[in-house]
């Protein structure tokens, strides 16, 4: 099963709304990142947060990291039409000795304007 | 720095025959990941390469093969190609591990008929 999955699947919203997406993972991480899809194009990286920071923001963007709830949160505020797109979380983490970046299957999130 | 390229941008292949694929990765990065995506299994990892050597690799049969070269670019390798093959294949590069930001190619389409 995946490491990290997002909740919800899917999300609809009017522009300058705030989207909130989740993300739960089953072990231990070094570090857990949020990356954007334009449809079917590759991936673009958003933040970046270690498994010692709580918080962290960039732009609109405002990221939260519960380790011991093994979960985090992407807030995107003031939403755009642009921010139309899908969105994974991927956790880093050492299994038999090697390092993985686990992505989770996705949240499509829509704007509507 | 120009980004991650992969080349082609689209494929198509009928069952049975083989296909490689290519990605160079920006310039001084020297992890080189390659992914699988499907509407149904989501972005599935094939397998990382550093410095020519596979560092990881996912839960793919042995149809699917990569190597990197001296220069980092890499390249993946399908044999056999079945109709569950057809997927966005997706090139990541890092400078040195998957705990840092990947960096995504725009992938390559494959279908097989």
């Known amino acids: 099963s995946q490491q990290g999955e997002e909740d919800p699947q899917a999300l609809s919203i009017q522009e300058g709304e705030n989207a909130t997406m989740n993300c739960s993972y089953k072990t231990s991480i070094n570090n857990l990142q949020w990356y954007r899809q334009n449809s079917g194009r590759g991936l673009v990286h958003l933040i970046l947060?270690?498994?010692?920071?709580r918080e962290k923001h960039s732009g609109r963007l405002r990221v939260t990291l519960d380790t011991s709830k093994k979960s985090s949160s992407l807030l995107i505020t003031a939403s755009r039409a642009a921010d139309t797109a899908s969105y994974f979380c991927a956790t880093d983490f050492v299994q038999g000795g090697s390092e993985k970046l686990v992505f989770g299957k996705g949240m499509k999130l829509t704007v509507n304007p | 720095k120009a980004g991650v390229t992969q080349t082609p941008r689209y494929l198509i292949k009928t069952r049975g025959q083989q296909v490689t694929l290519s990605c160079s990765p920006i310039?001084?990065?020297?992890?080189v990941s390659w992914y699988q995506q499907t509407p149904g299994q989501g972005l599935q990892f094939l397998f990382e390469y550093f410095s020519e050597t596979q560092r990881n690799k996912g839960n793919f049969p042995g149809r699917f093969s990569g190597r990197q070269f001296s220069n980092s670019r890499s390249e993946m390798n399908v044999s056999t190609l079945e109709l569950g093959d057809s997927a966005l294949y997706l090139c990541?590069?890092?400078?040195?591990?998957?705990?840092?930001?990947?960096?995504f190619g725009p992938g390559t389409r494959l279908l097989v008929l």
């Open positions: 310039s001084g990065h020297r992890s």
């Open positions: 947060i270690r498994s010692n920071e």
């Open positions: 990541a590069s890092s400078l040195i591990t998957v705990q840092e930001t990947q960096y």
